[in-house]
């Protein structure tokens, strides 16, 4: 009996640190969460004050005056028209290139048998972690030989392809059951056949996966960028951002550089609020690191 | 690895001109045509762009060659050079110094992080999302607006330590803190990686070992250290490597937040490499210096792996 009350005790005593504990971890988290979000709201805040606003003191986190015109400004100062249009363009030539020529590969590395097939994969695994630094400049010289230098080409062509995006979709579609394929086989499907209608639909979660990376990734992409574009009308939206705060002026222009700030991080958040789920996915299955 | 090739293809025999043949003659003509054809644009790409770069790599280091003028070859000079030059240690010693403070804090950060995104309890997912935003957020932006934060004089910090009454130092614009500076900001926009991954090796760890383990009478304290911190030490590791062989990597940050200044104080090889070969048009230079970050990755790769062994659970190497 003593027994049973001195249970019903602690089992209180533990709801009770437990409500406590819950309470501290939100006290915690939030604070965490506002120094996380805090840069994200100033830039914003920043975006619709004029310079005088952001150099007040002391300083004020809602604008007096909202200022929108700052936006149309850094647009048509910085050219970031041409900056969206290039960007979006190198963005969406680079994920379909992958997601075709990963998965295709993907399919020929899990499925079919042929001699030199699993020599020619631990090739590709084992160059998968050379760091791009040691690419920088042999690549370089071969887009200058190939006259693709200030081309959109040279940001596009070298990376239609994929070594850890072939390894992930591989991965992935060898563990689709092979009986699928083999009643199409029976149904006299052509190996492509049996891609396209059996593999492909089975393996969008992660084609999608692919996809958002490397969308996120082509999108950020700053360092090969910044080497092969030197001319204004083939640059990305990172480089036309990053010289705009470059150019010489009396007074660094805060207010438009956060505005420009602003509809360059746009498009990243949208895509991967919408496409989370497959991020995070991506992160802990393949543990490839996306963003800058 | 090894184990996972050979178990997709447990027929495959070693290959031979005999099996070639055989693989292209009778039933398995087509399959082997259809595996080749599949495999043809991304392998075409595989080799113009990955592997004749990294062989030329090897070919340009032992040059000196501006691009101007056709290359010379000068065999290992390259490297006497480096082991001479001031700024490339000066270099490494900072890619070393970025490395080997960002990664740890970062880690030690994120791991607090996720054991407490790990608690059941509402609203986790929202928090979660807003620590993994800066992941995602170009480099390039958030190094524009941490410029702004790090301004001494209208900066967001300085602003902040001033409520307390003190006195900010010139962050990015100081020698001594330009380095913790980009740490800060590298750290702010990291975290959420491996903080996602340490949360996953969380979720994983079978509920029943914390109910084993109290009612073993293990108190708070003791169930972190012998189940949760066991049990998370593949991820762990895995946390380590990426992020000790992409921090060796960075360059974004340092480009755009303090261009390596002031004094080369936050030079990392990765900016040196860039100014070699793309300011100063050395090639042969910038390849030889490429070099050691490829070296150095290597070894820390493998020294990781070496030492796992002792310390990750259920570990096993496949070089032995």
Redesign the interface.
Known sequence: MANAVKVKDSLFGQKQTKLLMDLLVYVVLSIVGIIFIMPFAWMVANSFKDLRGIYKFPPEFIPEVWHFENYTEAWTATHFDIGFLNSALVAAAVVLGQVVTASLAGYSFARLRYPGRDKIFLLYISLMMVPFTVLLIPLYIQMRAFGWVSTLQAVIVPFLFTPWGTFMMRQFMVTIPRELEDAARIDGCGFFRTYWLIILPLTKPALATLAIFTFVNTWNSYQWPLIVLAKPKVKTLPLLLASFQNQSAMRTPWHLIMAASTFVVVPVLIAFVVGQKYYVRGIVTTGIKGGG | ?AAN?AG??P??KR?GIE??KR?FTGL?R???I???L??A??????I???????C??FV?MLTDWS?AKPPAFVGLENFETMVNDRLFWKSLGNSFYYTFVAVPTGIFIAFW?AL??N?K?R?IIF?R??????????????A??????YQPE?G?IN?MLDWFGIDGPKWIHDTKWAMPSVIIMSN???IG?AM??LL?GLQGIPEEYYEAASIDGASGWQRMRYVTLPMLTPALF?VVV?SL??A??S???F??LTQGGPAHATTPL?LY??QN??TFFK?GY??AL??V??VI?LII?IVQWRLARRWVIGFESDDD
């Open positions: 690895m090739l997709a293809s027929r495959q290959g099996d070639f693989a398995r087509g399959e082997t259809a595996g080749y599949f495999l644009p991304n392998f075409i790409g595989f113009i762009f990955l592997l004749f770069p990294i030329f790599a340009i691009l992080l407490a995104l608690r309890m609203g928090f999302t807003i620590y993994f935003l800066p992941q995602i957020t170009l480099t390039v932006a958030a524009t607006i941490w410029r702004w934060i209208i967001m602003h702010w926009q990291g990686f996602l991954i996953a895995f990426t062989i992409s060796f990597q360059f974004d940050q480009f755009v990765t490499i860039f070969a793309f090639m910038g390849a490429a070099s970050v490829f990755i790769t």
